[in-house]
C-alpha cells in the first residue's frame, strides 16, 4: 500500500473490515446462486493432481458496486485491530461461506516453513487462498468528497 501511495501520490490502504461488512451487506450477504458469482470448492478448477486452483479474476459478474470476486476465489485482508481474512476462497466449502466467516492470520505460523534467517517479512508461502485489494482513500482527488 505504502509502495503504490508514494507512486501515485494518492493514499492507498487496505479496507477496514467495517468497509468489508458494509459491503458483504448492501449487497444482501452471500449470494443465494454462489455459483453464479463465486469460486469455492466444488466449482473451481484443479491442477493435474486434485490441487483446487484460484480461478482467473473476473470471469463472474460484479456486484453492484462492480467488484469482482468479492465471494470466494482468494479470500481477502482486512485491517481492523488484528489482520484477517474475509471472504472465503477458492478451498471454502460452499456451506460455510457466510457474512462472518473470517481467518485470523500469523505470520509466525506462516514463517515455519521459511528456510533462510531472517525470516522475511514477505513469506506466504503456505497460503496460496488470500490476497487483498486495495482501496484509495479520497484525500488529493480531484472530485473527493
Known amino acids: 500500500c505504502r509502495h503504490v501511495s508514494e507512486l501515485t501520490g494518492r493514499s492507498y490502504r487496505l479496507w477496514t473490515d467495517k468497509e468489508w461488512r458494509y459491503i458483504a451487506e448492501a449487497t444482501g450477504g452471500v449470494p443465494e446462486d454462489l455459483h453464479e458469482v ?14 483446487k486452483l484460484t480461478m482467473p479474476v473476473a470471469q ?5 458496486f462492480g467488484l469482482h470476486d468479492f465471494w470466494g476465489n482468494v ?33 509466525s505460523i ?21 490476497g487483498f485489494r486495495l482501496v484509495c482513500d479520497p484525500i488529493n ?3 473527493a468528497k
Open 75 to 107: 479470500a481477502e485482508w482486512v485491517m481492523a485491530d488484528e489482520v484477517f481474512i474475509r471472504g472465503g476462497s477458492y478451498l471454502v466449502k460452499k456451506d460455510d461461506m457466510s457474512i462472518d466467516w473470517k481467518e485470523t492470520e500469523s505470520q
Open 38 to 51: 463465486a469460486w469455492f470448492d466444488g466449482n473451481c478448477d484443479e491442477d493435474d493432481w486434485g490441487a
Open 110 to 130: 506462516w514463517n515455519e516453513t521459511y528456510p533462510n534467517l531472517p525470516k522475511s517479512l514477505w513469506w506466504y508461502r503456505d497460503r496460496f487462498d488470500m
Open 141 to 143: 482527488l480531484p472530485e
Open 60 to 64: 463472474k459478474p460484479a456486484n453492484k
